[in-house]
């Protein structure tokens, strides 16, 4: 079993990678894996979207085909995705164009944790990406998802920079929502087995 986890902060040094990286930690805590791929996007290192992905313009192979096989390999996904202005960064929505119907994200689940630094926040990227990131990918995003409000007072490394309410709850619920993707991605990988998700009869989802 290998878990993908794609923090989705353009910053350096961001809170989504700080939640993502715990949470890969936790992960390997548990035993339920057998490998673990972080992807940052901080300094967003992919290309914008265009046409030569289409053409194949080398450009492309260059930039994707390490992570295209990192992801091929992967059995489930957590997206980490921070909430700025109320939307998703355009990095990560790039990210999933980049992968459209040729199934390195297809048919495989994923947890949606959203990341916030007020106490209010984080909603309307759970939204957005439920919305509008699985259409030709075919990513399969959990019921559940994770919320994290607050976030420079959680998950920090320095126990004494942590609200313990606020910290032990949410770890807590990254349990259960890491435990539940555990049990997804071994339901999905019969799934895709069976031949019935196969993307060469319609590569494009409606």
Not at 19 to 45: C, I, T
Not at 138 to 154: D, F, M, Q, S, T
Not at 157 to 185: F, G, K, M, Q
Request: glycine share 10%; proline share 5%.
């Amino acid at each position: 079993m290998k878990i993908g986890i794609i923090c989705g902060s353009h910053r350096n040094d961001s809170q989504s990678e700080k939640v993502g990286r715990y949470a890969a930690k936790q992960l390997e805590a548990s035993g339920l894996v057998d490998d673990l791929f972080v992807y940052s996007l901080a300094g967003n290192p992919l290309p914008f979207w265009d046409e030569g992905l289409w053409s194949g313009d080398p450009k492309w192979a260059d930039a994707l085909d390490t992570l295209r096989e990192e992801l091929n390999s992967c059995d489930g996904f957590i997206v980490v995705t921070p909430e700025w202005h109320g939307m998703v960064p355009s990095g990560l929505k790039n990210l999933f164009l980049l992968f459209p119907g040729s199934g390195e994200l297809a048919h495989k689940p994923a947890l949606i944790i959203s990341v916030s630094g007020g106490a209010g926040g984080g909603a309307y990227p759970i939204a957005e990406l439920r919305m509008s990131s699985y259409k030709n990918n075919r990513i399969c995003y959990l019921p559940e998802h994770l919320i994290v409000r607050n976030a420079g007072k959680v998950f920090n490394e320095d126990s004494t920079e942590n609200d313990p309410e606020t910290h032990d709850y949410l770890h807590a619920r990254l349990i259960y929502c890491v435990e539940l993707l555990h049990e997804y991605a071994k339901a999905f990988q019969a799934i895709r087995a069976s031949g019935k998700a196969s993307l060469e009869t319609y590569k494009n989802g409606m």
